[in-house]
């Protein structure tokens, strides 16, 4: 799934774009086409456990859970801070059973952040803008629903981000698309924190919350995947320029502050 993805030898860059799915890179259907399988409300050929039901075969839902063509949050906030599903790794991890496709192979010291304590190691962010919190508190209060996502094949879902001790500032298992420049005219296209270094550790006099950047690890190249499932890879200057017609924000921010701890 994602570990074939964020090889960056195997990424297309923008310029070779194929319009579809990368060959030989999405080999798991659920990520090629439907990621999280959001259509057929699974909600995942790895991810089916976040409907709150086990994903033996035969099973059926909990009565009153209907997640149909809706994406799944990065943190759920309504789970308590000792639950390690309260991140979305820890949630997919039992369906993937591989550590390593969650984090960058170019990362040093790569780890896998199993639950909210280590919720800083991760090195591939998953966007804050799906983030879940009934209150309102430290995120939405309703998932997402795939239909709102005017342009999904511009719309990033994942992308590299920087890993490192939760105590430190870093959030690695997220990144937040709300903390960097905003876009006067389109609002969708306000960007992340984003360079080719370390930002967490460059303005580590930001608080958490107000960092969470995107991280350009590949030679100033940042790899994504998008809501329809297809990868890409950007420069830093691409992004910051916002001319590429990125979606970071797809979705309004309800409040000035909702992008969590």
């Given at each position: 799934?994602l570990a074939s993805l964020w090889d960056?030898?195997?990424?297309?860059?923008?310029?070779?774009?194929?319009?579809?799915?990368?060959?030989?890179?999405?080999?798991?259907?659920?990520?090629?086409?439907?990621?999280?399988?959001?259509?057929?409300?699974?909600?995942?050929?790895?991810?089916?456990?976040?409907?709150?039901?086990?994903?033996?075969?035969?099973?059926?839902?909990?009565?009153?859970?209907?997640?149909e063509n809706t994406l799944p949050p990065?943190?759920?906030?309504?789970?308590?801070?000792?639950?390690?599903?309260?991140?979305?790794?820890?949630?997919?991890?039992?369906?993937?059973?591989?550590?390593?496709?969650?984090?960058?192979?170019?990362?040093?010291?790569?780890?896998?952040?199993?639950?909210?304590?280590?919720?800083?190691?991760?090195?591939?962010?998953?966007?804050?803008?799906?983030?879940?919190?009934?209150?309102?508190?430290?995120?939405?209060?309703?998932?997402?629903?795939?239909?709102?996502?005017?342009?999904?094949?511009?719309?990033?879902?994942?992308?590299?981000?920087?890993?490192?001790?939760?105590?430190?500032?870093?959030?690695?298992?997220?990144?937040?698309?709300?903390?960097?420049?905003?876009?006067?005219?389109?609002?969708?296209?306000?960007?992340?924190?984003?360079?080719?270094?370390?930002?967490?550790?460059?303005?580590?006099?930001?608080?958490?919350?107000?960092?969470?950047?995107?991280?350009?690890?590949?030679?100033?190249?940042?790899?994504l995947i998008h809501a329809d499932g297809?990868?890409?890879?950007?420069?830093?200057?691409?992004?910051?320029?916002?001319?590429?017609?990125?979606?970071?924000?797809?979705?309004?921010?309800?409040?000035?502050?909702?992008?969590?701890?």
């Amino acid at each position: 799934m994602l570990a074939s993805l964020w090889d960056p030898s195997r990424i297309l860059p923008i310029t070779q774009r194929t319009g579809g799915v990368v060959p030989e890179v999405l080999n798991r259907p659920a990520i090629g086409c439907d990621p999280f399988g959001i259509r057929s409300g699974e909600w995942g050929y790895s991810c089916s456990d976040l409907l709150g039901r086990p994903p033996a075969s035969g099973s059926s839902p909990q009565q009153g859970h209907s997640h149909e063509n809706t994406l799944p949050p990065s943190a759920d906030y309504g789970l308590p801070s000792g639950d390690p599903k309260r991140i979305w790794t820890a949630k997919v991890l039992p369906y993937v059973q591989s550590r390593e496709v969650f984090s960058c192979p170019t990362q040093p010291g790569r780890a896998f952040p199993t639950n909210w304590n280590v919720r800083g190691l991760g090195s591939i962010g998953y966007t804050t803008a799906t983030a879940y919190d009934a209150t309102g508190v430290e995120g939405f209060t309703t998932h997402l629903r795939l239909e709102t996502l005017v342009s999904p094949s511009q719309s990033p879902l994942f992308a590299d981000t920087p890993g490192g001790p939760t105590s430190e500032k870093y959030r690695g298992f997220t990144f937040d698309p709300y903390n960097g420049n905003d876009n006067a005219v389109d609002p969708r296209l306000g960007t992340p924190l984003i360079a080719a270094t370390d930002l967490t550790r460059g303005m580590s006099q930001l608080s958490a919350s107000a960092l969470k950047p995107v991280y350009a690890r590949h030679g100033g190249r940042v790899n994504l995947i998008h809501a329809d499932g297809h990868a890409e890879s950007f420069t830093v200057r691409t992004i910051i320029d916002q001319t590429a017609g990125l979606q970071w924000r797809f979705r309004p921010q309800p409040r000035a502050s909702v992008a969590g701890l």
